[in-house]
């Protein structure tokens, strides 16, 4: 959609050199913030004031304008649109034009992970994607890029201003629907965009959910769901805004919900797709040979070639393809070292500063993750996301990111070496998992507060080809994974891989399990005693 209206933006007017009618041309009021953003400029205190004392004349005729909509729309493909934006938002001027958007001012969800009012939560993902702040957050090369080459910036900025409006619309229903309706109310009365326009918007606001929710909770190496995914996105143009939007919503949230493992898996999921699109099926293994070329160059001289080659065989792909080259080379180095132990583990500080990253290796075995849950829940540690991973040879590789669950902090390096010790010690058969628990003033409830989310637990058998998904939603507590992990032995599965993730004080997490055999479970009965018994234990453990 090309400029609606006729001004050059080569010669805007003045902004403290002439009085503005306001009165006599209401549309001044769009057209100032328009000006401002073409000149740099802040609006002078008098003007500022008089615009406060306008916002009356925002009416249903100034809102059907075509030529204020085409000021607007030009704002929203500029530059610093967040602040611009902001300065609408505190003079009423973008909740007079959006009365959808001035309904969500200062409203507040009551969900612990979301740390700004929605309105808020809305200017900082818009902020997200302004050039100039984008290009100082480290590893932000190609969304730069990205942002750079896209045609229609002002479709991507404008979905996400609407993308959450829902909440302040009344009745029952989830906010997604409401935001949907109500942002077809709003396209309608700004009446400039063509049909294919209209739908980028309507897309991404649909579905501005579900790029997170797959990256985070199924199988990317599962060639299923990355084509159930392309099917979604039907083009590269709706893949890279949708990573975009993906991208500044999910780090408006609040600290910790955008990480790099979040990073990791988003970037795999928009990598994969992308190939698919072209039918560059090509690609990953082009880049894996590439990846294996620079391990061999870090590592080949200590680690045999056999070695190296054998991970890069046996290892998930996505694992190989979204990790760094140091950290492949760490994690074969790890594996070496377990020749002539039951476990090896291995502790780094997250790039967040506020937490700690194990990477723990070892030879598969029925309850092996129930273990490892068990000593860090007896330790006190919080597990905020975990990575499970086994390799084709039986070698499991667990990655997880946790913290001290007194002080919400990283781990120090003592505690790291005594959690060690303890797994080694466990899977030896020399300590029990119970008595260590026992031992923990948390396994007492001393301090703990009442249960508020109910476990849920969903089975499905439909987005992969040989494993059965398990997703259990449940208050967030030290000891969660270790119940769920500990129930999956009791019922015989073996967990072939796990994301685990929190939100707040809810813990989401997703196990792709097989039975005892490596089959995927087709059973009714069976699914059933399995939902039942983890629905039991979770209701037990948290009574």
């Not at 004392?53 to 729309?73: E, M, N, Q």
């Not at 959808?100 to 409203?107: D, H, L, Q």
């Not at 594996?335 to 997250?350: A, G, T």
Request: net charge negative; charged share 25%.
């Amino acid at each position: 959609m090309q400029n609606t209206h006729s001004d050059s933006p080569s010669s805007p007017t003045p902004l403290g050199c002439s009085p503005f009618d306001f009165t006599y041309d209401p549309t001044l009021l769009m057209k100032i913030f328009y000006t401002a953003q073409r000149l740099k400029d802040g609006i002078n205190v008098e003007i500022y004031n008089q615009i406060r004392d306008c916002t009356h004349l925002i009416d249903d005729k100034f809102r059907a304008s075509p030529l204020v909509a085409g000021y607007f729309l030009d704002i929203l493909r500029g530059r610093e649109v967040g602040e611009i934006l902001r300065q609408m938002h505190e003079l009423e001027i973008l909740d007079k034009y959006i009365p959808e958007f001035g309904a969500i001012k200062n409203f507040v969800r009551h969900e612990e992970y979301h740390q700004y009012a929605v309105d808020e939560h809305t200017l900082v993902a818009i902020e997200n994607l302004d050039e100039a702040k984008l290009s100082i957050i480290p590893n932000s090369g190609h969304l730069v890029e990205m942002l750079c080459g896209l045609q229609k910036l002002e479709l991507l900025r404008l979905a996400i201003l609407l993308h959450d409006v829902g909440f302040g619309i009344k009745g029952p229903g989830g906010h997604e629907d409401k935001s949907l309706r109500a942002a077809k109310a709003v396209l309608g009365r700004l009446g400039v965009l063509d049909e294919a326009d209209t739908e980028m918007v309507l897309f991404l606001i649909d579905n501005h959910l579900q790029m997170s929710q797959t990256a985070q909770s199924r199988d990317l190496d599962d060639g299923k769901v990355i084509q159930r995914f392309a099917e979604l996105v039907k083009d590269e143009e709706h893949l890279v805004m949708l990573y975009l939007f993906t991208f500044a919503d999910m780090r408006a949230v609040g600290r910790g919900v955008w990480s790099d493992w979040n990073a990791a898996l988003l970037w795999e999921l928009y990598a994969k797709t992308s190939n698919l699109l072209r039918g560059d099926l090509e690609a990953d293994r082009l880049q894996i040979t590439a990846i294996k070329d620079e391990v061999s160059k870090l590592i080949g001289r200590s680690i045999d070639v056999k070695s190296i080659q054998k991970h890069f065989d046996t290892m998930p792909q996505g694992q190989l393809l979204y990790s760094n080259p140091d950290e492949i080379a760490k994690h074969i180095t790890l594996i070496e070292q377990l020749k002539n132990s039951p476990l090896i583990l291995d502790c780094r500080e997250e790039t967040n500063n506020y937490s700690q990253i194990i990477v723990t290796c070892a030879r598969d075995e029925l309850g092996i993750f129930s273990k490892m849950a068990g000593v860090l829940a007896s330790q006190n540690i919080n597990i905020l996301s975990a990575q499970v991973n086994t390799r084709e040879d039986g070698i499991v590789l667990d990655i997880l990111n946790v913290t001290d669950g007194n002080t919400g902090k990283s781990i120090n390096n003592q505690k790291c070496q005594q959690v060690e010790s303890l797994l080694q010690s466990v899977l030896m058969g020399e300590t029990d998992i119970e008595t260590l628990l026992n031992c923990q003033e948390f396994s007492k409830d001393k301090a703990v507060t009442k249960v508020t989310i109910a476990p849920e637990i969903t089975i499905n058998n439909d987005d992969s080809g040989t494993c059965t998904i398990i997703d259990v939603q449940a208050e967030d507590r030290i000891g969660l994974l270790y119940t769920i992990s500990q129930a999956f032995y009791q019922l015989r599965l073996n967990l072939h891989l796990a994301k685990i993730s929190t939100k707040g004080r809810r813990a989401v997490d997703v196990f792709y399990v097989q039975s005892e055999n490596g089959y995927k479970i087709l059973n009714p009965e069976r699914l059933h005693e399995i939902k039942t018994v983890l629905e039991e234990t979770l209701a037990t453990a948290s009574g």
